[in-house]
């Protein structure tokens, strides 16, 4: 592990907040990024991820065999870009910089930051609902009781709570992460108890999910396994805004490896098992466990439930949708703007993103929002990882990385290659894009080849715009590269 010298930085480029972690400070093992996982994991859109793949065709087990092969497969570029963050203690804007340029690392902040306030609004949305489900349980409301107003005060609240953790910083998120995580995974074994013992079993509440028209299972298979590879993109390329805290590089794997491919799974099977009791119990399938919160019974059920719901919602939108942006919108100007304003900035962004739109149907979701941003951040994580590892083997020079004419300047402060990479990344499944929006819109369009692209955007973004970025170093290598 290393740490900078005490060599003068550019005001532009360095502030408390983007500066290297001291090694007295990476005090972070591999419980607290275990925790940090199954913090971030268990959450409404985890919980409801199969139930999208069943809604298309898939049966109980294909989708719960995808969810796993998506995690595992996402693991490794989040493994490979947390390297960086333990070895040097630098966040993830700052380490774009050794590959993007110095000013040019704003792009890829910027992008990834966008997607997270996204994500922020969304998952703030759905906490909100789940403290309003709290209130009309607890006051006798009734379904047409969920009026939008109710839903917009529901969603206020629960977006002050997340500023109040935006404010208190990054020791408040170990905090929260680390006593969360075990509440959580009790809840959802909890959940699934009350399931079987309602119902005649396991497996007629499996027998219940099975889809009515199943699909073919190989049609759906690329789609589905992009957007599950795609619904930890961000975390694939930001992940260094946590590992920078590591105790070594074996603390961060081995918490990451037990943390997220096994929680995803467990929660997509009780997500599944759960909806196949409601099925069998209130003859009809409820997916989203906030419309589950009061059909739960007792008070105290209601009332624990959704205790569950709000913290699962609020320890993964902290962790994984405003540590990041944080950190990329105070790389835009380290000087004026510290991590404190760029989770504001983040919060704010995220109500104007409209979240409410974002999940107004499983296929827009699926299709216009997880594959739609994997396009843009799978190219962004091959760069990086290619970058690290095959250009400079792991080697960065790290007081260049705070200074605005070091070996990280290229052409302006901004590398042409990453940049060109980028591009011809993203190129191929933009007229994909362009067609699912369509689609959303409720075109009917014949499927062709760039339908089977855009299915595929992540790994064709990902292995595309690193090989081209390695071929262009390699072929145009810059006149000051870093050793």
Not at 88 to 109: L, T
Not at 126 to 153: N, W
């Amino acid at each position: 592990m290393s740490e900078a010298t005490h060599t003068q930085h550019d005001a532009r480029l360095y502030n408390e907040d983007l500066a290297p972690v001291p090694l007295d400070k990476r005090t972070w093992g591999w419980m607290h990024f275990a925790a940090l996982w199954v913090g971030m994991v268990v959450c409404v859109p985890s919980y409801t991820i199969a139930g999208g793949m069943i809604d298309q065709g898939m049966n109980w087990w294909q989708a719960c065999l995808l969810v796993f092969l998506g995690n595992a497969i996402v693991l490794l570029p989040i493994l490979l870009n947390a390297h960086a963050g333990t070895k040097y203690g630098i966040p993830f804007p700052v380490f774009a910089r050794a590959s993007f340029g110095v000013w040019g690392a704003n792009i890829a902040a910027i992008a990834r930051a966008i997607v997270a306030c996204g994500w922020f609004g969304i998952q703030t949305w759905l906490g909100g609902s789940a403290l309003y489900a709290l209130f009309l349980a607890l006051t006798g409301g009734t379904a047409p009781d969920h009026t939008v107003a109710g839903h917009f005060v529901g969603f206020g609240i629960f977006w002050c709570v997340n500023v109040y953790f935006v404010w208190r910083g990054t020791e408040s998120i170990k905090f929260l992460e680390t006593w969360a995580a075990p509440f959580l995974i009790l809840s959802c074994l909890a959940l699934l108890g009350w399931a079987i013992v309602k119902t005649p079993g396991l497996g007629a509440m499996l027998e219940a999910t099975q889809p009515r028209r199943p699909g073919s299972f190989w049609a759906l298979f690329w789609p589905n396994l992009t957007a599950m590879v795609g619904f930890w993109a961000t975390l694939a390329i930001n992940i260094p805004d946590f590992t920078r805290y590591a105790k070594n590089q074996r603390e961060q794997m081995l918490g990451q490896a037990i943390g997220l491919p096994a929680t995803m799974v467990l929660l997509a099977f009780v997500g599944v098992a759960v909806t196949g009791a409601t099925i069998l119990l209130f003859g009809r399938a409820i997916w989203n466990p906030t419309d589950l919160v009061g059909r739960l019974g007792s008070p105290v059920a209601v009332v624990v439930s959704t205790l569950a719901l709000s913290v699962a919602t609020l320890s993964t939108n902290i962790a994984a949708n405003v540590v990041g942006p944080a950190n990329d919108f105070a790389n835009l100007a380290p000087g004026k703007i510290s991590y404190r304003a760029g989770g504001l900035f983040t919060a704010v962004t995220g109500i104007l993103m409209m979240p409410w739109k974002l999940l107004a149907t499983s296929a827009s979701y699926t299709f216009t929002w997880l594959i739609g941003y994997s396009a843009l951040l799978g190219p962004i994580g091959g760069i990086l990882i290619a970058d690290y590892f095959v250009i400079r083997r792991g080697i960065l020079q790290l007081d260049d990385l705070y200074r605005a004419n070091g070996v990280y300047r290229y052409q302006g402060g901004f590398n042409p290659r990453a940049l060109i990479a980028l591009v011809l990344g993203v190129l191929p499944s933009l007229q994909g894009f362009s067609r699912a929006l369509a689609r959303a819109g409720g075109a009917t369009l014949a499927r062709n080849t760039w339908d089977s692209l855009y299915d595929a955007a992540w790994f064709v973004g990902f292995f595309g715009s690193a090989l081209i970025y390695v071929a262009l170093m390699l072929a145009l290598p810059p006149k000051r590269a870093a050793s």
